[in-house]
């Protein structure tokens, strides 16, 4: 059978995105086979587009990291899930189709409350914070977290998520319109970064002390200045490159701090891991958004069909949250 999806007729700018008919996927064992009614664009979309970041062996060409619909069916040893099930999934490629094969630990009821074009953009950000901020750097009550791009859909997720468990929160974003959309969500400290130094913001609003945990989008650019603004036995997690790969550490300042600064990424993770994340996500995160403390902030939904004009907007940067693409 065949089915639409957006596939990339070469690397290169938006226009490359098209939407075209493909062979439809089964689901394998231990899969679910989704019939995706939306998905969300995110930055690593936009690096695959441009050929920068291919999906790892075996993982459907099509690009999209997360999607939300309804199960259509299932795979061998498949328990918990059967046709017709409303549900969300964290993806390692393929949500910008009709349908899509996944492995059913990566799967998520939609929470009640929620339709599903706004379910669809939850998966990437609730997993990429959970696993980033509170288990990779093990936020605390009362410790300052510090994101970059606080207005990003990751960053809008990590402010609530963060707040919740009752630390402080500085963002960075790059106009005061942003920064007033991350107020909103609770952020204490804000940043524009265009104007500001961030070190010297986050130090002055801390008495000196720093940033307990810093969430990292940018990379290489900021290495040196997110060591800088580290308070004692502080925390990096660098979660993207959008400032460069390499730049020069200063041990000497990462060792007086006692500071640690890990790297990671989602999508190529064994769907063990992947699993285990998404499991802690229904766990610690779901009944958030059932009671509406936390909601995902969506800035537009576009069809899928036009996923090209999605990106455009990406790029040029004028969003809050996220972007939905839609499907019929």
Known sequence: MAMHAIT????GGPEVLVWTEVPE?????GEVLVEVAASAVNRADVLQRRGFYDPPPGVSPYPGLECAGTVAAVG??????RPGDRVCALLAGGGYAERVAVPAAQVLPVPDGLDLPTAAALPEVTCTVWSNVFRTAGLRPGETLL????ASGIGTMAVQLAKVAGARVAVTAGSAEKLARCAELGADVLINYREQDFVAEVRAATDGRGA?????????????????VLAPNGRIVVIGLQGGVRAELDLGALLARRGTVAATSLRARPVAEKGAI??????HVWPLLADGRVRPVIDRRVPMARAAEAHR???SGVHVGKIVLTVG
């Open 8 to 11: 990339i007729a070469e690397p």
């Open 25 to 29: 996927p089964v689901a394998g064992p």
């Open 76 to 81: 061998e040893g498949v328990v918990g899930l």
């Open 147 to 150: 994101v970059h791009g606080g």
């Open 212 to 228: 307990d945990v810093v969430l990292d989008i940018i990379g290489a650019k900021y290495l040196a200045r997110n060591v800088e």
């Open 278 to 283: 998404v499991a802690a996500v229904r766990e």
């Open 313 to 315: 907007i990406m790029e």
